[in-house]
């Protein structure tokens, strides 16, 4: 399987947008039009789309359904969705719309049968997505601190039936310096199921050392915004290692 390489479309009152390590007051505007950004993306060869609702992450509650719609309506690659899924109904509404894919991040602490009950009722539609602090779960877009810690998370999760996992670590999230390779060794060797990396990466070497440790794919958002190397490099990249 080729390693995915997926743009990042962070939404933030309409506008696509980054953080730096996911803090709400260090935001860089992209573009006022996510659809446009996303349409480029998907022009450029993305193989799918993730789409943040920092918004709905913040508040616990989708709050840029509308935005996602349009996007899953203007691409013809696969979007996935994350940010607010709190309930079953939230997740239904966004398959609903068009994306083939939902985040659960915030309830897997929160509401672990929640995440069971989706990742039986939506089979390969459920992503867990565990972000953490040196090592710490963070919940509520990032703004809540967890006495859980994400390799114990992530079996849990593994073992409640999740196809796959994606990790961040916040700490490297925007920072543009290099993922953390250890957590992501540590969890491919635990788990049996998928990992997707996101945060730090800021190089197509950083994406191909990802896919040899045996990532399936990787989250990449300030990286491409700030022109550090084009989407197309970095397909390219990853293409030539298999």
Not at 17 to 31: I, K, P
Not at 63 to 83: H, K, L, N, T, Y
Not at 206 to 225: N, P, Q
């Amino acid at each position: 399987m080729t390693f995915e390489v997926i743009p990042a479309i962070d939404l933030r009152g309409g506008r696509c947008v980054r953080l730096l390590q996911g803090d709400y007051a260090r935001e860089t505007a992209y573009s006022d039009d996510p659809v446009s950004v996303a349409r480029r993306w998907a022009g450029l060869g993305a193989p799918r789309i993730h789409v943040v609702d920092l918004d709905g992450a913040k508040e616990g509650k989708p709050a840029q359904s509308r935005v996602m719609r349009a996007i899953c309506e203007a691409v013809d690659v696969p979007v996935e969705v994350s940010g607010g899924m709190r309930q079953l109904s939230h997740i239904e509404a966004a398959l609903a719309y068009g994306a083939t894919r939902v985040q659960l991040g915030s309830a897997a602490v929160k509401d672990p049968a929640l995440v069971r009950e989706a990742a039986t009722r939506f089979p390969g539609a459920i992503v867990v997505s565990i972000d953490a602090r040196d090592g710490m779960v963070q919940t509520d877009g990032w703004l809540e601190a967890s006495s859980v810690r994400a390799i114990d998370l992530a079996r849990e999760m593994a073992s409640a039936g999740v196809p796959r996992i994606m990790f961040t670590d916040i700490g490297r999230d925007g920072m543009l310096t290099e993922p953390n390779y250890a957590a992501y060794e540590e969890l491919l060797a635990a788990l049996a199921c998928p990992v997707v990396a996101s945060g730090g990466v800021s190089k197509v070497e950083h994406l191909v050392r990802l896919a040899a440790i045996g990532c399936e794919g990787s989250i990449v958002g300030k990286a491409l915004y700030e022109g550090a190397f084009t989407l197309p490099e970095a397909l390219a990249a990853v293409v030539a290692t298999r």
